[in-house]
């Protein structure tokens, strides 16, 4: 082969090498230079996160004080903060995938569009970027002051989609029902109370008027009680109209046969304005959750139920 076909051919490999460059430099490949900054931000903990939509009124703050995380001001879910403490500390953003203004709007990454996350304390955030829309890639996130636009993997960006009801703590209540030894079920459309015993003997059966009460329907009220969880809250105006202090049902279990000991768990319940569910809350909270008919009718046993007579 003459020199000056290998010198042809050297010169096209290295054109084509300088197009490879420019076309991966043009087409999103780079990297940011500070693609660490999310999860810089959370490397030594954090006690707040803000999520700002478009529409203020969705608008979601995670707080921790003493120990304690709330949404809203509402308890909120331990299990997601700690997923969204995982999900954060192990952030990266990604592929650059636009570096002009005129993009953001079509990503979704534009002010008036974009989710705005802050993380660190309110007016000097550690962190702070504008969540937009989706590709195969992962999320679009925008750094303000910047024009471009990054991937970040979709899990670690899932959290922030969710809504003030989807943080909340949807537990009522858990009772430790191994120590419970007497139950008392007060309906209004019942004319006298349930009052259950259980065995000292043993500890598996319980008595009703000095019955035997069937042991599915006490096995399905201990179950319940042991970790009620809410399918849902109230609306705060909801909350507020209904009367607590007039409740349509009353669940009291006492771990203590002495006499005017308290109640291990007190649950209060009214219905729901559609009817169709039942609001509840403890009495020593004034917290209202939502459950269904179907936890209700465990929770609330007739005696004609628990003594098989309908």
């Known amino acids: 082969m003459r020199s000056r076909h290998l010198k042809a051919i050297f010169a096209l490999l290295a054109l084509l090498f300088v197009a490879y460059v420019a076309v991966r430099a043009l087409s999103g490949n780079g990297r940011a230079s500070d693609g660490d ?29 003493g120990g304690v995380w709330t949404v809203n001001g509402y308890p909120a879910d331990s299990a997601l903060v700690r997923e969204l403490a995982d999900v954060l500390d192990s ?47 992962g999320r679009f996130v925008r750094f303000p002051g910047s024009d471009d636009v990054f991937a970040v993997p979709t899990a670690s960006m ?8 989807d943080w909340r703590d ?7 029902t191994a120590s419970v ?38 096995a399905m009220l201990l179950q319940e009680t042991a970790g009620l969880t809410a399918i849902g809250f109230p609306s705060d105006s909801v909350a507020f109209a209904v009367d607590f202090n007039d409740p349509v049902a009353v669940l009291e279990m006492f771990a203590s ?49 628990l003594l098989g007579d309908g």
């Open 37 to 65: 900054r999310i999860a810089a931000a959370v490397r030594d903990g954090f006690s707040l996160v803000r999520v700002l939509p478009p529409e203020v009124t969705d608008s979601v703050r995670l707080e921790e004080v």
């Open 91 to 137: 952030a990266r953003v990604g592929r650059l995938v636009a570096q002009s203004a005129t993009n953001h709007s079509r990503l979704g990454v534009s002010e008036d569009l974009a989710r705005r996350i802050e993380i660190g304390p309110a007016g000097s955030p550690d962190a702070m970027f504008l969540l937009g829309g989706g590709g195969t890639d």
């Open 158 to 165: 899932r959290p922030f989609g969710r809504s003030v009801e």
């Open 170 to 176: 949807s537990l009522v209540a858990a009772v430790d």
């Open 181 to 218: 030894t007497r139950i008392t079920v007060r309906r209004n459309d019942q004319p006298t109370p349930v009052l259950l015993m259980r065995d000292r003997g043993d500890a598996t059966v319980w008595s009703l008027d000095g019955e035997p009460a069937d042991s599915l329907g006490l």
């Open 257 to 305: 046969d002495e006499p005017g000991a308290a109640p291990a768990l007190s649950l209060l319940f009214v219905t729901a304005p559609d009817a169709r569910e039942f609001l509840v809350r403890r009495a020593d909270d004034p917290l209202a959750y939502r459950i269904s008919a179907v936890q209700a009718e465990r929770l609330l046993p007739t005696r004609s139920m």
